[in-house]
């Protein structure tokens, strides 16, 4: 199985950034 299937609550970030433009992401 992939990580994110067997993944535990907490595993991962509460936020996620999508800055949805390439150009947009280098200024993040």
């Known amino acids: 199985m992939t990580p994110h299937i067997e993944a535990d609550r907490g595993d991962y970030t509460e936020t996620v950034l999508l800055?949805?433009?390439?150009e947009r992401a280098q200024w993040m």
Do not use: I, L
């Open 19 to 22: 800055p949805g433009d390439p």
